[in-house]
């Protein structure tokens, strides 16, 4: 996401670069580009030349810092800027009521059903939460199996009425059965419906009157740009909701919406999608996203997803067999699993400062390591824990076996004796020391 916005940023402020301060002149040059690069990513006009106007205002009357040169400088302020345009800081959901009750809402299309699991999800893995899914959408065909597959696949309950037609009853009812079921959090799936559509308007209008709900969240297919911010604009003046909802940003997405639909409705972005999985949930930090979007990284939200799946026994079971050159495939094939469930590989990726950008062109399947994968489910188990078993007539074997090709059984052995020899070193005092002094003499 973003990249294009990113390549064009990047440019802008290679015209300052060779100068030694901040003029009228190659300011105005450098701002130029940056306001052709929002309006390509298509960001209202308006809050783009206000964007570049208050940056303007800031690099001529700042000081330049003696460890900062000009180009530095302005992506700084820029950086500030993009943080303060997204919203400044990160907000939270509202969960105080008993139980809680959220309300999705949006256009058709925009993947409110798929977000509603993927807040269940959330809500029951990171906050302990006993959520209710409720099935309000009784226009769409196969809305609510749904919901009810969605649900199963998470472990969580689908409260539905498949012949009452009435949707303000219906989430009346489910708030009733959360209460004498003890559930804690209730999350409303309504159908998508256009903002031109009065009757629809009202009835989701109904449904917010007849729930109170504590939370209600505003649901955006961010690949519409412009249009969505617009439409979220009419939302807002029904429902006054608390947040937005940005789905779909691991698309080919422009950015548009995410960098403009906060000034317009004044209300925080508080989750992004970021892929099909039900684990690909976010809180927008807007900190971390201008970052990205600088093509500056993401290291923190990088080392939170890496923490949710450090399992600390298991950590301390390879450290043990590390230290006897015990490690084996079966064990890289554990370490696979868990970065497999930190989220999709571009994603990752873009999280490591710089490496966006190198990796740009790459494409990166989410089945990354399917071919590994396949290469040690073809050796057999004395293989998988003893790899020095593996001479060249196994390899021979575990090619056919995996459709691979001889080079790519090698190629995966030698990766695995040199992660195995980095890991050993990390053992004991001094080990990163050394482990940086054996990828120095690396080419």
Partial sequence: MFNNLSDKLDKAFHVLKGHGKITEVNVAETLKEVRRALLDADVNFKIAKDFTNRIKEKALGANVLTTLNPSQLLVKIVKDELTALMGGETAGVNLSGTPTVILMSGLQGSGKTTFAGKLANYLKNKKSKQPLLVACDVYRPAAITQLHVVGDQIG??????????????????????????????????????????????????????????????????SMTGQDAVNTAKAFNDILNFEGVVLTKLDGDTRGGAAL???????????????????????????????????????????????????????????????????????????????????????????????????MEDVDIDDDAFKGIEAIIHSMTPTERSEPKTINASRKKRIAKGSGSTIQEVNQLMKQFTQMSKMMKMMQGPGGKSRMMNMLGGMK
């Avoid at 009853?169 to 804690?184: L, P, R, T, Y």
Wanted: charged share 30%.
């Fill in 156 to 221: 969580v309950e689908v409260y539905s009425e498949p012949e009452n037609k009435d949707p303000v009853e219906i989430a009346k009812n489910a708030v009733k059965h959360a209460k004498a079921n003890g559930k804690n959090t209730v999350i409303i799936d309504t159908a998508g419906r256009l903002a031109i559509d009065e009757e629809m308007m009202a009835e989701i209008s109904n449904i917010h009157k007849a729930v109170q709900p504590h939370e209600t969240l505003f649901v955006v297919d």
């Fill in 260 to 358: 403009s639909i906060k000034s317009v409705v004044n209300k925080p972005i508080k989750f992004i999608g970021t892929g099909e999985k039900m684990e690909a949930i976010d809180v927008f930090h807007p900190d971390r996203m201008a970052d990205r979007i600088l093509g500056m990284g993401d290291v923190i939200s990088l080392v939170e997803r890496a923490q949710e799946q450090y399992d600390e026994e298991e950590a301390r079971r390879i450290s043990k067999k590390i230290a006897k050159n015990q490690f084996g495939f079966d064990d890289f094939l554990k370490q696979i699993k868990q970065i497999k469930k930190m989220g999709n590989m571009k994603d990752l990726v873009g999280m490591i400062p710089g490496a966006g950008k190198m």
